[in-house]
């Protein structure tokens, strides 16, 4: 028996319903479909993340095979399992003891289709608010609609029914008007309609587009959004198909940024992933992979060849050379970080200078440590910095010098050497 859920409060807006119970055989995979990554994160991911910006707040994720690991990636939303594989209108049943007596709005969509955006699942919620309609309808035209269902219209254009591809006659294979697999609904009538199909088609199983023809002979009324951008439509059911949805979300996210002021100097080789942050007047170089939870400041200068991992920040005129790989670090304006060097756990000031082939060695087997590097200090090529350590401000590492961790280096202090000694301190600390 599944719990009830949604409060006063909740249930007075609209719930989501997530189908993700597929197994996705022909991805060739012991991972849920829906747990393959575009750009960083589980594809179920990007749709969460459309529903949360679109203000839905309530989301029940439908899963079936490999509901544990779902479980564990799924955040902020209820996981409902689905017992038996018979169908998209088993699969909304199974959610119907977990929502008890609501009786608003219902958002379905599935948990294969990533790229739809947050506005237009917002068009699709506003048409049915203001047409009042039982059932809102997500549709696209394509030149060939060949795998879709189809979208069957009376003369006067009102939508009487969906026919399945396996289950299209020779007059439905022509038209070109296409179920997404996302609807509104109201709640009472979908499930007054769901308890009226029967399986009787191919494959045995209970359709979630069959309750339209029910509801069209019922006298309901069936509206509709058609969505303009292919690109949001693609379900994906194959490695092929995960590959076209990644070039997709990749340009649309590249786009976004060059029209705020960045520069990509060659998109087709450059990556970043949904929610970077980069200031106007920043270059991205080739060959650059930025990933999520980065933040860039104004005028910075990135690549070629870098990559930054999650959670770095860069402020204002920061360069970073080619082959750098950072990660947890946080650089400060006008510092340069200069080829094949790798920072991880690292906090460095303003105005400094990383040499070539820099190390920050952050890991010991147990613990990630943290190296600060202060203001205007010098790290020579080759340097090897073992965390936990600090870098006062001015300091001059020496090339190839391995700074051993805990052996702080003071303010204005030259180190050098295998491991690192104290060479020459400025006493006054402002200059060497």
């Known amino acids: 028996m599944v719990n009830h859920f949604l409060d006063d409060k909740f249930m007075k807006d609209i719930i989501a319903i997530v189908l993700a119970a597929g197994k996705g055989t022909r991805m060739k995979s012991d991972i849920p479909k829906v747990l393959h990554e575009i750009l960083g994160k589980p594809m179920i991911s990007h749709i969460l993340d459309s529903l949360r910006q679109a203000g839905i707040t309530g989301i029940i994720t439908v899963a079936g095979y490999g509901s544990e690991l ?66 809102t309808i997500l549709t696209a035209e394509l030149k060939d609609p060949t795998g879709y269902g189809r979208i069957v219209r009376r003369p006067d254009g009102k939508i ?35 308890a009226k199909i029967k399986p009787d088609n191919s494959k045995k199983e209970l359709f979630l587009t069959d309750t339209i023809e029910i509801l069209h002979k019922s006298g309901k009324t069936i509206e509709s959004v058609m969505i303009k951008d292919e690109g949001e439509i693609i379900g994906i059911n194959t490695r092929k198909d995960l590959s076209r949805a990644t070039r997709i979300l990749k340009d649309r996210v590249l786009e976004e940024i ?5 520069t990509i100097e060659d998109p087709s080789s450059t990556t970043i992933y949904p ?8 270059i991205v170089h080739p060959n650059t992979v930025i990933e999520s939870d980065v933040e860039i400041g104004k005028g910075c200068r990135i690549g070629p060849f870098a990559r930054i991992r999650n959670k770095v920040c860069l402020a204002d005129n920061v360069e970073i050379g080619n082959f750098v790989e950072l990660v ?20 460095i000031g303003k105005n400094v200078n990383v040499g070539a082939g820099t190390i920050t060695a952050n890991y010991d087997g147990k613990n990630k440590n943290r190296t600060i590097i202060e203001d205007g200090a010098f790290i020579g090529v080759g340097a090897i910095l073992i965390a936990p350590l600090r870098i006062g401000r001015l300091a001059l590492v020496g090339a190839g010098s391995v700074v051993s961790k805990n052996h702080n280096v003071p303010k ?15 006493k006054k600390g402002d200059k060497r």
Do not use: W
Request: hydrophobic share 35%; glycine share 10%; aromatic share 6%.
């Open 275 to 282: 929610g970077v942050k980069i200031g106007q007047d920043t």
């Open 328 to 347: 947890r670090t946080r650089i400060g304006c006008g510092t340069r970080v200069k080829h094949h060097t790798y920072l991880g756990d690292t906090i």
């Open 412 to 426: 204005g202090a030259t180190v050098l050497g295998v491991p690192a000694r104290l060479l020459k301190a400025n």
């Open 70 to 135: 779902l479980r564990y990636e799924v955040k902020n939303a209820r996981i409902i399992v689905q017992k038996r594989f018979l169908g998209s209108g088993d699969a909304v049943l199974a959610c119907k003891s977990g929502v008890g007596k609501y009786s608003g709005d219902v958002l379905i969509i599935c948990g294969d289709t990533p790229l739809i955006r947050a506005d237009t699942i917002k068009s699709l919620m506003e048409k049915h608010r203001s047409s009042k309609a039982s059932l």
């Open 160 to 194: 009487s029914k969906i026919v399945e591809e396996t289950e299209t006659r020779l007059y439905e294979e022509v038209i070109n008007e296409i179920n997404v697999g996302t609807y509104c609904f109201n709640a009472g009538d979908m499930f007054d309609s769901l």
């Open 258 to 262: 060059m029209s705020n002021g960045v």
